[in-house]
T-cell receptor, first 111, second 113 residues
Framework: SQTIHQWPATLVQPVGSPLSLECTVE??????LYWYRQAAGRGLQLLFY??????ISSEVPQNLSASRPQDRQFILSSKKLLLSDSGFYLC??????????FGPGTRLTVL | SQQGEEDPQALSIQEGENATMNCSYK?????LQWYRQNSGRGLVHLIL?????REKHSGRLRVTLDTSKKSSSLLITASRAADTASYFC?????????????FGKGTRLSVIA
């Protein structure tokens, strides 16, 4: 069966520090991978998606970036965090036009 | 924006009552999906309804789709306290390629025991 992992679960970082969030998927090959951000009590904002290794599509211009160094690994990064980067970050995978499967999320607080 | 909109934003009901949530969207779709999110957790897929379907059931869930009105509804029958969560609709709008889903802002459902 397929599983998706995200870490860390929670993270508190100072403004201006770098960020690296990791997402890995098991039990499937060549998945579409997604990074979302969810502000408190709000809906999901799609940040990046990837249909293959090294292929990244950015939905929202910002100080975040994403990389897919391996088929089932998706990394969200920032060189310098802003206060506005605080939120709940969710990774998801899917195939084609069917449902998406979400990881447990990372709660990021930027102070 | 292509984003779907759920209505109401928040809903509070007594255990045993039915809960109805609505979703409206703006463009033609391939399918519409409903997800559930418990507080502080990831989303869980509930049900997918294709554009050529009008109604779908899964346990206590009933989803309808009206493509002429560009709207969908999610009905949870005989609600339980454990149904307390946020519910999101997501649309797969017509386009080529691996089009990402577009999520609405969600309905927060509280079921009071």
């Amino acid at each position: 069966s397929q599983t998706i992992h995200q870490w860390p679960a929670t993270l508190v970082q100072p403004v201006g520090s770098p960020l690296s969030l990791e997402c890995t998927v098991e039990g499937t090959s060549n998945p579409n991978l997604y990074w979302y951000r969810q502000a408190a009590g709000r809906g999901l904002q799609l940040l990046f998606y990837s249909v293959g290794i090294g292929q990244i599509s950015s939905e929202v211009p910002q100080n975040l970036s994403a990389s897919r160094p391996q088929d089932r690994q998706f990394i969200l990064s920032s060189k310098k965090l802003l206060l506005s980067d605080s939120g709940f970050y969710l990774c998801a995978w899917g195939t084609g036009r069917s449902e998406q499967f979400f990881g447990p999320g990372t709660r990021l607080t930027v102070l | 924006s292509q984003q779907g909109e759920e209505d109401p934003q928040a809903l509070s009901i007594q255990e045993g009552e039915n809960a109805t949530m609505n979703c409206s969207y703006k463009t033609s779709i391939n399918n519409l999906q409903w997800y559930r999110q418990n507080s502080g957790r990831g989303l869980v897929h509930l049900i997918l309804i294709r554009s050529n379907e009008r109604e779908k059931h899964s346990g206590r869930l009933r989803v309808t789709l009206d493509t002429s009105k560009k709207s969908s509804s999610l009905l949870i029958t005989a609600s339980r306290a454990a149904d307390t969560a946020s519910y999101f609709c997501a649309t797969d709008y017509l386009a080529s390629g691996n089009t990402p889903l577009v999520f609405g802002k969600g309905t927060r459902l509280s079921v009071i025991a």
